[in-house]
């Protein structure tokens, strides 16, 4: 069985009385994007510096590449790279000088600084800012810039916090597209930082969701869903409203455990989704009109706000 790549166990850290993060638990393996979700101090940024050895936990503990974060943070910190919310750029320096100079600093000598620099800003569409001041570089080109940054000493992992704040929606989709193929053609691992959920959806495979500090849920999306909702929803568009006579009908069908009249027909909540066609012929057989029978899966969203609404606090 492959080793997690990430590892946190009970991980906790204390801000004055209260704790910033209490007792998070979660692994990622290789190649996944894992997505901290949660709104703004929820923890998700205090996580990642705990990850990386810049904060020292007050409990609990953590290995990433198989190394203690706090132990090994030097040895730890080459083999990963950080996308921070402020890209920190210096205005005065071209594009290609600011990686080169962050480069320089990670110990690559200057000619294979460059080469790799000038690789990535083209490879991230930014050819024509190469030899630019990055003063009057838009939101979006900054961001890209950033992260050609962080991906120049060629890490295993990446930590991406709020990589799309503040961008256009053009610009939102190319940094999407770039993350995308981080994971799936170059397999890293990706910590992806977020409070806006149709990205997290997009790209994460597993999700942690984050309130308070503490860990709420944590998983794939479609196994949090059936967690929270074990039944499967299904719209039956049956061109009118069901009669009282067609959901007698329906709730008398094996697998179904509820049935409502909906504007077009019926919403019916059934065991899994082999009941559905047993479903449908007993309506045609019955000469109830079925023009579609669509499973309806519980969005990110709707998993997102369930959760926060069950939440104690």
């Known amino acids: 069985m ?4 990430i590892s946190a166990h009970d991980l906790s850290r204390r801000l004055g009385a209260t704790f910033a ?5 979660f692994d990622a393996e290789p190649g996944e994007v894992v997505a901290l979700l949660g709104p703004n101090g929820a923890g998700k940024t205090t996580t990642v510096r705990l990850l ?16 203690d974060p706090i132990a090994d943070g030097g040895a730890l910190r080459r083999r990963t790279g950080v996308l921070t919310e402020n890209a920190g750029l210096d205005d005065r320096l071209s594009a290609l000088e600011n990686l080169v100079f962050t480069a320089r600093i990670r110990g690559i000598d200057r000619r294979d600084a460059t080469r790799r620099a000038g690789a990535l800003l083209e490879q991230f569409g930014l050819a024509d800012r190469i030899d630019t001041p990055v003063q009057g570089a838009s939101t979006g080109q900054r961001r890209r810039m950033a ?7 060629d890490p295993e992992v990446l930590f991406l916090d709020e990589p799309t704040s503040g961008l256009d929606p053009a610009a939102t989709r190319d940094v ?8 799936r053609d170059q397999g890293r691992t990706v910590i992806l930082c977020t409070h806006f959920l149709a990205e997290a959806n997009r790209l994460a495979s597993r999700v942690a969701l984050l309130q308070h500090g503490r860990l709420t849920a944590f998983g794939r999306p479609d196994d949090l869903a059936r967690t ?16 009282p006579a067609t959901l007698d009908l329906l709730l008398a069908c094996r697998g179904v455990v509820g049935a409502e009249a909906s504007a077009d027909g019926a919403r019916v909540q059934v065991e899994t989704r082999a009941v559905v066609p047993a479903l449908v012929d007993t309506l045609v057989a019955r000469e109830v009109p079925v023009f579609a029978a669509i499973p309806h899966r519980p969005s990110l969203e709707d998993i997102y706000f369930a959760l926060q609404d069950n939440d104690p606090r």
């Open 21 to 25: 993060l209490d007792g998070v638990t």
């Open 176 to 183: 999407l597209d770039l993350i995308g193929s981080l994971t």
């Open 228 to 243: 929270l909702w074990p039944a499967l929803a299904v719209e039956l568009d049956l061109g009118s409203q069901a009669s």
């Open 52 to 67: 990386n050895g810049l904060l020292r936990p007050d409990r609990g503990h953590s290995r990433v590449l198989g190394l």
């Open 147 to 153: 992260l050609a940054r962080a991906l120049l000493h």
């Open 2 to 5: 492959t080793e997690p790549v």
